[in-house]
């Protein structure tokens, strides 16, 4: 029951996060928290995470923008090995509030929090008529790689933000969708790179899950590849508000 749950989950966040450029680890990670362990559930997502990166590398990869991977993504790498290293020295810090829910106890963290307050920032500023009108110069980008990259290494949340920065960059749909999943995919190798002491254990005793939600979360790429010709840069913006919206409510709540 949990393989399956947990490949439907992959399958449909995955989908979704190849329009947004974020979503993946955001939604799996609790889906995997049902299950198992919250250090083994942020372990194997990580895993997942990064296989279905690549698999969009391969896939889109070539339409990435460059001065705006190096600008962004070489801020977001270093910035994500530090946020990686810090997780481990919070791991005892006190969550703001906790509750239970259906018998599971959720925690709202001042990580959390943080990160839904500048989720909400950036759509209060998406809804302003003037904001409509800018674009982030070039000179900007390492500043948002920076936030982006060390809130992915230190809560896996960095997707959203990335995601904020990039749609204000004057990108197509194509060029936005695979310059953010060069970036995620930087972010990625670093974090894990930090965690790697933390994960040997928990891969080895669930290959056949982390195989099977692999191959769903590659199921959506495939499928969202599909779609893409279909999709207008002005619905990938939409999507990206109304996740946005989802994701900032969902973290202050310390549902995720």
């Known amino acids: 029951m949990e393989v399956f749950f947990i490949c439907l989950v992959a399958l449909g966040a995955s989908l979704l996060t190849l329009f947004s450029g974020f979503g993946l680890g955001t939604i799996l990670m609790p889906a995997m928290a ?10 194997l997502t990580a ?8 698999f969009k590398l391969i896939l889109l990869g070539r339409s990435a923008r460059r001065d705006v991977v190096l600008r962004f993504g070489a801020s977001a790498f270093a910035a994500a090995f ?17 509750y239970s829910l259906g018998g599971r106890i959720f925690e709202v963290t001042f990580i959390k929090l943080a990160v839904a307050a500048l989720i909400i920032l950036f759509l209060v500023l998406e809804m302003s008529p003037a904001f409509s009108k800018i674009s982030f110069p070039l000179k900007f980008l390492p500043v948002g790689g920076a936030v982006s990259g060390f809130l992915g290494g230190l809560s896996g949340h960095q997707g959203a933000l990335r995601a904020a920065f990039l749609v204000r ?11 953010g999943v060069v970036i995620a995919c930087l972010v990625d190798v670093s974090r894990i790179f930090v965690y790697s002491g933390h994960l040997s254990s928990s891969v080895g005793e669930n290959k056949l899950l982390l195989l099977s939600a692999t191959l769903a979360a590659f199921t959506g790429v495939f499928a969202g590849t599909r779609l893409l010709k279909k999709i207008t840069m002005a619905a990938v913006q939409k999507i990206v508000s109304a996740m946005l919206a989802v994701i900032a409510l969902l973290l202050a709540l310390g549902l995720v």
């Open 82 to 98: 530090l946020g990686a290293k810090i997780l481990f020295l919070l791991e005892s810090v006190t969550p703001v509030l906790s």
């Open 169 to 179: 960059c004057n990108l197509s749909k194509e060029s936005f969708i695979a310059t």
């Open 47 to 54: 895993v997942v995470h990064f296989a279905n990166n690549f």
């Open 34 to 43: 049902i299950f198992f362990p919250l250090d083994t559930a942020i372990a």
